[in-house]
C-alpha cells in the first residue's frame, strides 16, 4: 500500500520561509513525476509544483521565483523549499505522485497545514 507523509507546516508572518517534505512508502519516488497540491478549506486542491523523474521542475506562475521543488530519492523524499510567503499561500499542501497527463496518484496522506499571517 502506497503512503505518503507530509511535514514541515507552521505558522509563519508574510516575507517568512519554510521547508516542506513528504515521505512515501511502498513506491519509488525515484521512478516517478512527483508533485505538491495546495488546498485552502472550501477551495480546490491546486497543483504548485512538479518534478519529474529525470529532475526537471516546472513551477506554476502563481508561486514562481518564490517556491522550488527538489527529492533526495536516496531517502525517497521529495521537498518544497518556500520563501517570501504571502497570506495567499495559507492552505494545507500535500504530496503525490503523477501520470504524464499530471493525474494525481488515487493515495493522498494527510497533508500539512501552512499558515502565514499579514
Known amino acids: 500500500q502506497v503512503q505518503l507523509v507530509e511535514s514541515g507546516g507552521g505558522v509563519v508572518q508574510a516575507g517568512g520561509s519554510l521547508r516542506l517534505s513528504c515521505g512515501g512508502s511502498g513506491i519509488s519516488f525515484s521512478g516517478n513525476n512527483m508533485g505538491w497540491y495546495r488546498q485552502a478549506p472550501g477551495k480546490q486542491r491546486d497543483l504548485v509544483a512538479v518534478i519529474d523523474k529525470y529532475d526537471t521542475a516546472n513551477i506554476p506562475d502563481s508561486v514562481k521565483g518564490r517556491f522550488t521543488i527538489s527529492r533526495h530519492n536516496a531517502k525517497n523524499t521529495a521537498y518544497l523549499p518556500m520563501n517570501s510567503l504571502k497570506p495567499e499561500d495559507t492552505a494545507v499542501y500535500y504530496c503525490?505522485?503523477?501520470?504524464?497527463?499530471?493525474?494525481?496518484?488515487?493515495?493522498w496522506g494527510q497533508g500539512t497545514q501552512v499558515t502565514v499571517s499579514s
Open positions: 503525490n505522485t503523477l501520470s504524464t497527463w499530471l493525474r494525481p496518484g488515487p493515495y
